[in-house]
């Protein structure tokens, strides 16, 4: 496995890392929670030191599960989560980024993946609501604590980005990226490599399409997350992102992270993995070093 610094922090992550949205059991069609438990195992025997979960995956089954598999190894894994998103009875979820719904988020965040810190703790979606100023501050006197090491952002924008900087030291930003996906990166990558932070690529598959076996989800009425996304809505785009993918090299999850891998900035790819075989070939793509293009893999 490959390692590198998240931005100017100590933390060194692996350069492929383990996302656990699906670990949730809701949303990612017929799940599996035994292969999604091989899976993290097989993250653990291959060297991937980075996990990502958030409170609002399966709404807590994601860390609960995540904390069970990890507890033994905690002090050699960084756990990455999240908060700024809530929800209700009815399962309806709602941004929330007062002071009361973060000290809310981090109690039971600690609780669920058991463990008395979070290394790195991340605004989910920003929120114009609630005072950035504020939020960060609170999120501040958690690291002084000591429950949280670091802190970071999602979704931000390169202007809220520098914003958020100016208010409390954020090490890093997860935003989408993949080979069909590049706008948000084309805006906050550069900002990333001038200011030292780190930059976590999320759904390099673009949610599966990339490996090219994801038609299920795209079928009309089938309840699946992966429907909000612009690629799976639009049948006319659905169909060209899986020619695309069919065009590329086998096995096609290689070129797509490689394409990542070598961009410069980029400093951990997070694929979401739910089988012991989605690590094995994922992984793989950390052999097809320097590839200039994705079909030299
Ligand atoms: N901060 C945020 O707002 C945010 C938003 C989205 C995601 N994320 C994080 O980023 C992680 C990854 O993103 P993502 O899950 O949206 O998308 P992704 O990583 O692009 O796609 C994940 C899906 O691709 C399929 N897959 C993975 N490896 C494969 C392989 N080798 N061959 C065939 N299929 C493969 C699996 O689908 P099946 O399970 O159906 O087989 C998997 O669930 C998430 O789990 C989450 O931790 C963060």
Redesign the pocket.
Known sequence: MQYRQLGASNLAVSRIGC????LGGRG??AHNERQARAALEACLEHGINFF??APVYGFGRSEQVLGEVLRPVRSRVIIAT?CGLAWNDSGRVHHDLSREGLRRDLDASLRRLQTDYIDLYQI??PDRRNPLEETLDELAGFQRSGAVRRIGV??FSAQQLREARGLAPVVSI?QPY?LLQQDEAREVLPLCREHTLGFIA???????VL?G??AAAARPGVRDVRRRNPLYRDRERYEQAVRYAAGLPR?A?HAALRFLLDQPGVTCV??????RA?VE??IAALDCRGARDPADC
Do not use: I, R
């Not at 996302?19 to 699906?22: F, N, Q, R, V």
């Not at 999320?202 to 599966?208: F, H, K, W």
């Open positions: 996302g656990t949205w699906a990612w069609g990502d979960t999240k989910h979606w999602c979704n997860q993949n999320y759904s390099p598959l673009a949610q599966g490996a076996e994801m096995p999850a997070l694929v979401g993995m739910t089988k989605h070939t994922n």
